[in-house]
């Protein structure tokens, strides 16, 4: 089964809208991590946003916010006031526990990702 | 503060050679994990090393394997080329602090298997 999908192949968007990336994750874990990543045509990953767990709030930083819903498992990523800049591909993430017990090891589990285009 | 390196950046091989792939971590970075990615598999996870142990691998074959110096700095070898193994090549870095542990990539390898 799926650790995290992500039900969007592609979404489209006016610039400076707001745009939400749905991410739907499954873990028995009760301590975990949730990422997203933005992957531009150059390849390369960049963080954007991180929501733990046993994080009351909802993740904020700049014009991105992350739309928790544990009960849900759902860890949605929205983008205020889109830019011509945001069109990539976006990935959610999961940190879960690596196969050695103990410690802190761990490995990032992503999502098939979601392509967002920004029209102007 | 410098980011995370890979070198080479494109890489052209024949079936059957093997490569090896160089990753610099942002500085004072001790956890390195590598990660496949492929239009069809999406990204995977290979493994990852903290002060050069393997702590944790994917499901990979062990022609795939890695190593990390006491610099941090890590290699990725895959020997016996396979056309499969056409990909871009991931290399993270993370800073184990408070829990977050959130990954700083590189700019990737790109490999291609001819």
């Known amino acids: 089964a799926q650790k995290i999908t992500q039900t969007q192949p592609g979404m489209f968007v006016q610039e400076k809208e707001a745009v939400t990336l749905d991410c739907t994750y499954d873990?028995?874990?009760?301590?975990?991590?949730l990422f997203w990543y933005k992957q531009p045509s150059s390849g390369e990953m960049i963080f954007l946003i991180y929501q733990g767990s046993y994080d009351e709030q909802n993740a904020t930083e700049g014009r991105y916010s992350l739309n928790f819903q544990k009960a849900r498992k759902s860890a949605n990523l929205v983008i205020s006031a889109s830019q011509l800049g945001d069109s990539a591909m976006y990935f959610c993430a999961m940190r879960e526990r690596g196969w050695r017990s103990g410690g802190s090891n761990y490995k990032l589990t992503f999502g098939k990702g979601t392509l967002l285009t920004v029209n102007p | 503060k410098a980011g995370v390196t890979q070198t080479p950046r494109y890489l052209i091989k024949t079936r059957g050679q093997q490569v090896t792939l160089s990753c610099s971590p942002i500085?004072?970075?001790?956890?390195v994990s590598w990660y496949q990615q492929t239009p069809g598999q999406g990204l995977q996870f290979l493994f990852e090393y903290f002060s050069e142990t393997q702590r944790n691998k994917g499901n990979f074959p062990g022609r795939f394997s890695g190593r990390q110096f006491s610099n941090s700095r890590s290699e990725m070898n895959v020997s016996t080329l396979e056309l499969g193994d056409s990909a871009l090549y991931l290399c993270?870095?993370?800073?184990?602090?408070?829990?977050?542990?959130?990954?700083?990539f590189g700019p990737g390898t790109r490999l291609t298997v001819l």
């Open positions: 873990t028995s874990d009760q301590s975990y991590g």
């Open positions: 500085s004072g970075h001790r956890s």
């Open positions: 993270a870095s993370s800073l184990e602090y408070q829990g977050r542990n959130e990954q700083f």
